[in-house]
Nanobody, 121 residues
Framework: VQLVESGGGLVQPGGSLRLSCAAS????????MGWYRQAPRKQRELVAR???????YYADSAKGRFTISRDNAKNTVFLQMNSLKPEDTAVYYC????????????????WGQGTQVTVSS
């Protein structure tokens, strides 16, 4: 199973970016998908997550600015980030809880390689 992120880059304060993360491989089912971020010298933190039923949760820092969504048919999760601030600068990681076989269990230790988001003028 692989999670591949895309969409990071350099953007000015107030700008927008849309991150994507596609899961591929031997996948039977995906439960929660989420986005985390890690800034230099800081711990990795949850930004937002979404269940298979589209129930969402946002960190306080993301509320009102970021929107998480998913396409279950394509095993893909998105993060639309608006009104970006310099403090949003970090490596953003995709995470998913994946069941690889029928009647298996969900494993939440699937991570993407990370995509850099830099907010700077």
């Amino acid at each position: 199973v692989q999670l591949v992120e895309s969409g990071g880059g350099l953007v000015q304060p107030g700008g927008s970016l849309r991150l994507s993360c596609a899961a591929s491989g031997s996948i039977f089912s995906i439960a929660t998908m989420g986005w985390y971020r890690q800034a230099p010298r800081k711990q990795r933190e949850l930004v937002a997550r979404i269940s298979s039923a589209a129930t969402t949760y946002y960190a306080d820092s993301a509320k009102g600015r970021f929107t998480i969504s998913r396409d279950n048919a394509k095993n893909t999760v998105f993060l639309q980030m608006n009104s970006l601030k310099p403090e949003d600068t970090a490596v953003y990681y995709c995470n998913a809880a994946i069941m690889t076989t029928y009647k298996g269990t969900y494993d939440s230790n699937y991570w993407g390689q990370g995509t850099q988001v830099t907010v700077s003028s």
